[in-house]
């Protein structure tokens, strides 16, 4: 997975050289005439590069999401005033979760500027993002609109887009899982308050497992005078420190917090030679336990500190077998393709696979995107529409619980608590935002500067839902 993003960038950053080399014979002809002006023409470029042109968007605007439903969907008709009309109302007002597949297009406004659905009631307006010049279908969020919808009261209307008259509903009915014993798998530092925050606010029971220490991109702390391997191991600890206290804000305490220990980028590696440990890339660390030391369990790394596949399984087998979780909260295995997020969600899979306890349901979760790194589209404490799935995509369920203002303020202070989302912007990108500002109407928080305040702090939290039948061969 980690791969195939790694071929679309190398894919966009090829096309934007080609691009490039196309434009060059056009400026150097243009200089025959007029020597004063290639050096505008290339300021010109470079100005609607960065404004329109930056974002990673690895796929044409104009392909259809591919969802393949299990469930039935309900036709909606859009009417001429953005009403949506049901022919069956069974079951809208009491479903917790509801989305509308339908077609939009992007008129010619919405390919400079980014198109967006406006989803107005009596006593709410949200908007939901989505590519300039799309034309295709997608899938809008209506969750904790049901009674609204089932009184009529719901209307659409496009923002430099164009909406199809016919659309789908599917109506989802989920149990309330923050009600159930949850285990929240943290890749890193900051996951599980990038997906779940509001729901571990809620939860009666809940772990949070952090699996690394995210000891890498630690040039920021070289400032100090630190070299490269003391500068990565302060921010293992400083990570650490994160994963295990910064949850007491969503009333999370210590002893419900695992740091694991084990190092960032190298669970690939560890589950290709699962008996061999593999050592920090850059912290010249060996030994997972100096990390382990707040735990409130014993786990089987703790014997040898070996950071190996093997001590990883029996850690997860551990937790899941003492805790003995109704609900485990992890990466989607297929939306979200960063190699320790992917990795995670295996070692889940082979310790349940081994595990004398089995949990109901999994949830899945995308902090990261294949195809497009600006999703969730638009500002923060919009609507979250579900994410590109380009491929086809087998989808059981949807859990996407509402956050309520209070719950937005909250998420955002608990990302505030994070290391590695503080920080300034480089002047590269605070240039690049300056010019989207003006040029495409693009907005970011006022309080923050880094993307993750943007893409998470939003009107809901998102959760693939997999029914999970026990251990699977």
Not at 101 to 128: F, K, N, S, Y
Not at 216 to 223: G, I, P, S, V
Request: glycine letters at 6%.
């Amino acid at each position: 997975m980690h791969a195939r993003k790694q071929q679309l960038l190398q894919r966009h950053r090829r096309h934007r050289r080609l691009a490039l080399a196309a434009g060059l014979p056009l400026i150097a002809v243009s200089a025959v005439w007029l020597w004063w002006l290639p050096g505008p023409l290339l300021l010109l470029a470079w100005l609607l590069h960065e404004a329109y042109f930056a974002d990673h968007l690895f796929y044409s605007p104009r392909d259809d999401y591919r969802y393949q439903w299990s469930s039935d969907a309900l036709a909606v008709r859009l009417g001429a005033d953005g009403s949506l009309g049901l022919a069956h109302l069974d079951g809208v007002a009491q479903a917790d979760t509801l989305l509308l597949e339908l077609r939009i297009t992007a008129d010619w406004r919405g390919r400079l500027l980014d198109p967006a659905v406006l989803i107005e009631t009596d006593d709410v307006c949200d908007v939901q993002t989505f590519e300039r010049g799309c034309a295709g279908v997608r899938v809008l969020n209506l969750s904790g609109m049901g009674e609204a919808l089932a009184a009529g009261r719901v209307r659409l209307r496009g923002h430099y887009c164009r909406l199809a008259g016919e659309a789908k509903l599917y109506v989802q009915h989920n149990a309330d899982y923050a009600h159930q014993r949850m285990l929240i798998l943290a890749p890193h530092a900051d996951d599980a308050e990038l997906a779940a925050f509001a729901q571990y606010q809620r939860a009666q029971q809940v772990q949070i497992v952090t699996l690394t220490v995210g000891e890498l991109e630690a040039e920021n702390y070289q400032a100090l005078g630190l070299d490269r391997p003391a500068a990565a191991q302060l921010k293992a600890r400083l990570r650490t420190w994160d994963s295990r206290h910064a949850a007491s804000w969503g009333g999370v305490s210590a002893a419900d917090c695992f740091q694991l220990g084990y190092f960032c980028m190298q669970l690939p590696a560890m589950r290709a030679e699962p008996l061999l440990g593999h050592v920090s890339q850059v912290a010249e660390l060996s030994d997972i336990r100096p990390y382990r030391q707040g735990n409130a369990l014993p786990l089987p790394g703790d014997v040898d500190g070996q950071p190996s596949w093997f001590n990883l399984l029996g850690d997860l087998r551990g937790l899941i077998e003492h805790y003995q979780p109704q609900v485990v909260v992890t990466p989607h295995p297929q939306l979200d393709p960063h190699a320790d997020h992917q990795a995670t969600t295996a070692a889940l899979f082979e310790a349940l696979s081994v595990s004398t306890h089995q949990p109901k349901t999994l949830l899945y979760y995308a902090n990261h995107l294949h195809d497009n790194d600006r999703w969730p589209m638009g500002e923060q404490g919009h609507g979250v529409a579900l994410p590109p799935a380009l491929e086809p995509l087998s989808v059981e369920g949807v859990w996407s619980p509402c956050l309520s203002p209070a719950q937005r303020l909250d998420k955002h202070m608990a990302l505030g608590l994070m290391h590695d989302l503080q920080g300034a912007l480089p002047w590269k990108k605070r240039l690049r935002r300056l010019l989207q500002w003006g040029l495409a109407a693009r907005r970011w928080p006022s309080l923050s500067t880094d993307e993750f305040y943007r893409k998470a702090v939003r009107r809901h939290e998102l959760f693939f839902v997999h029914p999970w039948r026990g251990r699977q061969d």
